[in-house]
């Protein structure tokens, strides 16, 4: 999950720690964190949004009726000038049926954008809006894709692995996204098994270099490696800082986007941790000109904090199993 379609047993662990008060997180309140307009997140079956500056979460898509056994949203992605919301459902792993949805930001005009199978498990998703692109990693696929705003002309842009041959590897699985198209550069997680240290961050160049594949491309680089367990990321492309949840130890962290040459991925020693004590960390969305995080947990939290990761609030706490979020201004 981010490690979703999740086992049992995990689920069963999430649904144990919801139900625990959330005044276990040390919560600091240093500085108020400047509200932005909306932040956008999913249940399993849900898209909602809630105001930072206050009132209750609001359902905008309830999906649960008609909702597969074992599915489960995950990526969510805002477009505000088109108004649309865009999201990825993993669907079952075994069925290689995931799919990518679109409302508007009502709720309404549902659409399907990338039907079941043009994805394996969708995980985080990410917009280019001047390129009219999505943009996913997908787990058991192994891979990370794009296709246009409509659904057109799906990609595989990497592919970590061979989903038949290697199923279940979760070394190869990947999870978060991020995009510096400024650089036109991609960077991507993946994830290794539930807190096995094995989760690596990786980048690459958006396009495959020519005369290469997907699966042999020589331009990717390990930025970090053994970490507990990556999920999803966010970047501040001013700063060059690179932020992301860790489901294995249940944080958000922050690092340089650019690590110094001779720098070794597994012993890095500038990951900054900014929150603690989440109930299985898992989205991650940043708002640099208001100085603002949201951040989600499968244990039912969304929260916010300064991006040094003071002033740390929960605006809803359990709400069921939460994945992506995205805050908008």
Request: proline content about 5%.
């Amino acid at each position: 999950m981010s490690g979703l379609n999740i086992s049992l047993g995990r689920l069963a662990f999430a649904a144990v720690l919801g139900a625990f008060s959330w005044s276990s997180v040390a919560v600091q309140a240093d500085e108020p964190v400047k509200s932005a307009s909306k932040v956008y997140f999913l249940g399993a079956s849900r898209v909602m949004a809630v105001d930072p500056s206050g009132g209750a979460p609001v359902i905008l898509v309830d999906q649960t009726a008609q909702a597969t056994r074992g599915t489960v949203n995950d990526g969510i992605a805002i477009d505000p000038r088109r108004g649309h919301i865009y999201w990825t459902n993993m669907g079952r792993a075994s069925e290689d049926d995931g799919y990518i949805m679109r409302s508007d930001f009502d709720g309404g005009g549902l659409t399907m954008v990338v039907p079941p199978g043009g994805a394996f498990t969708p995980k985080q998703l990410k917009i280019d809006l001047e390129g009219r692109k999505l943009y996913w990693s997908d787990r058991e696929g192994m891979a990370v894709m794009r296709s246009n705003l409509d659904g057109s002309d799906i990609e595989t842009l990497i592919r970590t692995g061979d989903p038949e041959r290697d199923r279940g590897d979760a070394t190869r699985w990947c999870v978060g996204i991020a995009l510096d198209l400024r650089r036109g550069e991609i960077y991507w997680t993946q994830k290794g098994g539930d807190d096995a240290g094995e989760g690596v961050i990786r980048r690459a160049g958006i396009n495959i270099p020519a005369g290469q594949t997907a699966s042999s491309r020589t331009d990717i680089e390990t930025l970090f490696s053994k970490l507990p367990e990556p999920i999803d990321l966010d970047l501040d492309l001013d700063r060059r800082l690179i932020y992301w949840t860790d489901r294995g130890d249940n944080t958000v962290s922050r690092a340089p986007m650019d690590p110094p040459a001779s720098a070794d991925p597994a012993r890095r020693t500038d990951r900054e941790i900014l929150v603690r004590g989440l109930k299985e960390a898992i989205g991650v969305s940043i708002d640099v000109d208001r100085d603002t995080m949201a951040f989600t947990s499968l244990g039912g939290e969304v929260g916010v904090a300064s991006l040094d990761g003071k002033a740390m609030r929960m605006l809803a706490v359990d709400q069921g199993l939460l994945t992506g979020v995205e805050i908008v201004n």
